[in-house]
T-cell receptor
Framework: DAKTTQPTSMDCAEGRAANLPCNHS???????VYWYRQIHSQGPQYIIH???NNETNEMASLIITEDRKSSTLILPHATLRDTAVYYCIVRGVGTDSWGKLQFGAGTQVVVTP | GAVVSQHPSWVICKSGTSVKIECRSL??????MFWYRQFPKQSLMLMAT?????????EQGVEKDKFLINHASLTLSTLTVTSAHPEDSSFYICSARSEVGTQYFGPGTRLLVL
């Protein structure tokens, strides 16, 4: 599965949108982009995933560039509870098979009042 | 989202004893579950893939005889840390994969070996 690159950390003001970038320049055609987050001392929480179209759910929006080499996770109105490490993971999906979720270092997001 | 539980949430044991951790998918069936380990200030490391009704597949460097995995049903996988030592102290997290491929994670089990 393709490797991803994320900033080590970023700060965000409460109530503002948080835009988390992720580079995955070696992504291949059957690989999805997944986002998870891990709040301190808890298990990771699934946020969203996508292949090539932009996706939105109740938690966030995922914007994938047309060449699929990068993506941005958008938390529309950050709250203090969104403080966490955010992981961008690329995983292959094939017929009747899925790749493994391998975690990198992620981005430590701190939401400040 | 789907719910995955783990039990116990934390355990303290003496060196040399074995510890069993349970992982359950509460509202969906999971033919495949995963076990991860996380040391302080580090990311999650995949230890093994647990397949219902068959042997687990271990990642390179993970001792299969030390970390026994049993996936006896579509909703339960267990990880047994045999003859635990202080260096096995860690945060163990399981994950269950849904039919559409999304993985949901449990809350984790913190193991401290004295």
């Amino acid at each position: 599965d393709a490797k991803t690159t994320q900033p080590t950390s970023m700060d965000c003001a409460e109530g503002r949108a948080a835009n988390l970038p992720c580079n995955h320049s070696t992504i291949s055609g059957n690989e999805y982009v997944y986002w998870y987050r891990q709040i301190h001392s808890q298990g990771p929480q699934y946020i969203i995933h996508g292949l090539k179209n932009n996706e939105t759910n109740e938690m966030a929006s995922l914007i994938i560039t047309e060449d699929r080499k990068s993506s941005t996770l958008i938390l529309p109105h950050a709250t203090l509870r969104d403080t966490a490490v955010y992981y961008c993971i690329v995983r292959g999906v094939g017929t009747d098979s899925w790749g493994k979720l391998q975690f990198g270092a992620g981005t430590q997001v701190v939401v400040t009042p | 989202g789907a719910v995955v539980s783990q039990h116990p949430s934390w355990v303290i044991c003496k060196s040399g004893t074995s510890v069993k951790i349970e992982c359950r998918s509460l509202d969906f069936q999971a033919t495949t579950m995963f076990w991860y380990r996380q040391f302080p200030k580090q990311s999650l490391m995949l230890m093994a893939t647990s397949n219902e009704g068959s042997k687990a597949t271990y990642e390179q460097g993970v001792e299969k005889d030390k970390f026994l995995i049993n996936h006896a049903s579509l909703t339960l996988s267990t990880l047994t840390v045999t003859s635990a030592h202080p260096e096995d102290s860690s945060f163990y997290i399981c994950s269950a994969r849904s039919e559409v491929g999304t993985q949901y994670f449990g809350p984790g089990t913190r193991l401290l070996v004295l």
